[in-house]
């Protein structure tokens, strides 16, 4: 029986085909080659021409291309998870990246803190001094007044008929003036220029010194009743905005 001889491949032509073949392609060529490579070991040499090349040159060619294969396969299986690696570190970084904290949707702001109104302006009485008011009972209420809202007691012991007293009723009057009246005091105006007795008796009680008063007499009072200055002792200041003004900024504290 004759045995069929194959032509063993050419190792130039065998790089050039596993360069440009794929890889699914250039297995079953391997195959071939080592099965060519067996067969010419097994018949002896071959009877073909010189320019050919030897059995033996295309054996090793042959193991080497065999070695080479198993390479690029082992290649071509570690490639998968190699691209499966990002995905992975991508789900590991979502594991472990913290997740925010939640806030509780029904909790109530915080209230605000309230504040206390100011107290409305005292009321500060017009010119003139009424002589059948009851003094004793104004003050009596003007010191309960006192007490309630901290301010404190103006009494002014004056006459109608006193020029000076005028002119102190017409800087009360101003706004300013009369803006710190309303602030910081309860103003009592006590007629001492007609024949009230009791009127003159308040006087004395709230003035002691005696002698001659010049009117009209300004006695600041404190919601107990003290006396904190009377100007009988001290002097009336200037009967202007200024004069008066400074006089109540002072006490009024």
Known sequence: MTSRILRPVRAGHTARSRSAVPLGTRLPLVAAAVFAAGLCAACGPSSESAGSASPTTAGPTAQALAAAAPSDSASTEASPSAS???SASATAQASTSPTPSRT???SAAPKPARTSA?????RVPGPGYDSSADAQKQIDAALAAAKADGRTVLLDFGANWCGNCKAA???FAQPQTAAILGASYHLVKI?????SSANSALLRKYSPSGGTYT?????VV??????????HATGNPSLTADGINAFLRKWAS
């Open 222 to 231: 404190n919601s107990s009743g003290k006396v904190r200055t009377d100007t």
């Open 118 to 122: 100011a107290p409305a302006p005292a």
């Open 215 to 219: 009117m009209p007499v300004l006695v």
């Open 104 to 106: 509780r949707s029904g």
């Open 84 to 86: 499966a690696s990002p």
């Open 191 to 195: 007629d001492i220029g007609g024949n």
């Open 169 to 171: 009723d017409k800087v």
